[in-house]
Each structure stands twice: as C-alpha cells, then as structure tokens.
C-alpha cells in the first residue's frame, strides 16, 4: 500500500521560510513524478510544483516562481518544497503527489494516483 506522508507544515510570518517534506513508501518513489500541491479554505486544490522521476525537470506555477524550490533525493524516498518569502495568499493545506504517468506537463490533479494527508502552512500578515 502505496502512503505519502508529509512534514514540515506551521505558521511563519510574511516573508519568513518554511521547508516541506513528503516520506514515500510502498511504491517504486524512482519512477514516479512526485508534485505539490495546496488548497485554500474555499478554493479548489491547485498546483504549486512538480519533478520529474530523476529530478531532471521542474515545474512551477507563476505565482511561486523564485520563492519556491521543489527537490528530491530518491535514496530517501523524499521529496522536498522549500518555501523562501511567503506570503498570506501562501496560506493553505499542501499536498504531496505521486504521478506514474510521463510525456506531458504534470499539472492536472487527477493525473496523480497517489496522496498525502495533508500538512497546514498559514502565513501570518
């Protein structure tokens, strides 16, 4: 049974840093694109980043570009969202992903077969 787990979560004040992490096991974590992603109360859940099995490509959506970095180490089956200059609209649930399917942008959530429970970051003004 395949079960992602995130950490890292937590209240910080604007501007500050937060780093996420999301354990993996049972599943092959090498083949897999692993994404983020965060849902604000009221909204729908939306796509913050993604990388490629080996770590060769990312993706970011526009509103975290230069503030966010996504990475992973596949020999701990982890994957991580370090989270520089945040900012309230930043407040939200994020989610870790699991994507078998390759050969096109990873950013639609019901192309992900595998999720987290969640972990809570709130953004202080």
């Known amino acids: 049974q395949a079960q992602l787990v995130e950490t890292g979560g937590g209240l910080v004040q604007d501007g500050g840093s937060l780093r996420l992490s999301c354990a993996a096991s049972?599943?092959?974590?090498?083949?897999?694109?692993m994404g983020w992603f965060r849902q604000a109360p009221g909204k729908e859940r939306e796509f913050v980043t993604a990388i490629t099995p080996r770590g060769g490509r990312t993706y970011y959506t526009d509103s975290v570009k230069g503030r966010f970095t996504i990475s992973r180490d596949n020999a701990k089956n982890t994957v991580y969202l370090q989270m520089n200059r945040l900012k309230p609209e930043d407040t939200a649930v994020y989610y870790c992903?699991?994507?078998?399917?390759?050969?096109?942008?990873?950013?639609?959530?019901?192309?992900?077969?595998?999720w987290g429970q969640g972990t809570r970051v709130t953004v202080s003004s």
């Open positions: 992903g699991a994507r078998w399917r390759s050969g096109d942008e990873p950013t639609a959530r019901n192309e992900y077969n595998y």
């Open positions: 049972g599943l092959i974590f090498s083949v897999y694109t």
